[in-house]
């Protein structure tokens, strides 16, 4: 007779990063499933600027304690924004008060950022956060640092989104919307772009906390980059931005909620490498010649990945709608 299988406890494994998830898709309908239990829930860097504040032996430390300084104070801008709302002070956002008010209020959120930085950045480092703006998702700050000797800023403005809620209160959008989906967008999208995004017509994504619910991007104003070579995501990347109500600013684009994929997206890495090089010639001769040098890989049974280069090829000829 067979022994009973004895019952074990089982603990389920979760990512201790997200960095891998994120760059290799979006749009996950799971989110909540393993985004909470993730050990590290900070995607991407603080800026270079902050991180040069400190020496190498400190460094490790104090970035540390940067984070948990903004995260009390994502908590504290969440906190009296939903009791303005509750008290009726304001009816929609913080430029409901009068300017008065709300230069007093940013002198009081000023305030507590800075103490919440002292002993951890140098002492002539100050910073300021005013109102900008509200959106459906979260409030949107902006964020200066400055050496309060000289009245200069150390870098150039940032954005301080802080999201309503952590998690996207909307099933069928959680895929899209909220810190989650927004995170997992900015990473993957430096990943496919295979270069930096300053001359492309998005902003700079600097770090996400999902655990706290906020993220950090340079600021869309004159003094950014221009846009020079922007990414054609409808036709190359087949993304499909939805949210239509948050306009580019300077021709850069500040808000990725409501990024969802076409139904011929695609998520081979290998073919969207090849697809991108074809459907980036610049003439009819730059193609004919790439193809020239293509043919023999395609030729060849043994070239590495052949059969997704031959996808790629296939979904240009359908893209172009080119016969043969």
């Not at 998702?137 to 050496?147: H, S």
């Not at 209160?169 to 270069?195: C, M, P």
């Not at 074809?278 to 395609?298: A, I, V």
């Amino acid at each position: 007779m067979l022994n009973k299988i004895p019952k074990v406890n089982y603990e389920k494994c979760y990512p201790s990063r997200l960095k891998r998830f994120f760059k290799a898709d979006f749009g996950y309908r799971n989110y909540d499933a393993f985004v909470p239990n993730t050990k590290c829930q900070i995607v991407g860097n603080l800026p270079n600027e902050i991180i040069n504040l400190w020496n190498d032996k400190d460094k490790k430390q104090n970035i540390k304690l940067f984070y948990r300084a903004m995260s009390n104070m994502t908590t504290y801008l969440r906190a009296c924004y939903k009791r303005c709302k509750a008290d009726n002070l304001i009816s929609y956002d913080f430029n409901d008060l009068t300017p008065e008010s709300l230069k007093f209020l940013e002198k009081d959120f000023s305030k507590f950022f800075n103490k919440l930085l002292k002993d951890i950045v140098p002492d002539n480092i100050r910073v300021n956060i005013s109102y900008i703006d509200r959106g459906c998702w979260g409030n949107v700050y902006k964020l200066i640092v400055y050496d309060k000797n000289t009245k200069q800023r150390i870098m150039h403005d940032k954005a301080l989104k802080v999201f309503h809620n952590k998690k996207c209160t909307i099933r069928d959008l959680s895929n899209s919307q909220g810190v989650y989906a927004e995170a997992n967008f900015w990473t993957y999208l430096k990943n496919i772009a295979g270069h930096k995004l300053d001359k492309t017509q998005f902003t700079k994504h600097y770090i996400s906390d999902l655990e706290s619910g906020y993220s950090l991007t340079e600021l869309a104003d004159i003094r950014n980059t221009k846009t020079t070579t922007p990414l054609d995501i409808d036709n190359v990347f087949k993304i499909f931005y939805t949210d239509t109500t948050n306009e580019a600013i300077h021709g850069k684009i500040y808000d990725v909620g409501g990024c969802i994929k076409y139904p011929n997206f695609i998520k081979d890495k290998v073919v969207l490498k090849y697809f991108k090089k074809l459907m980036h010639r610049n003439s009819e001769k730059d193609l004919n010649n790439f193809l020239e040098n293509l043919q023999p890989k395609l030729n060849n049974p043994k070239t590495p990945h052949r059969d997704k280069i031959q996808e790629a090829l296939r979904l240009f000829k359908q893209e172009k709608q080119i016969d043969n």
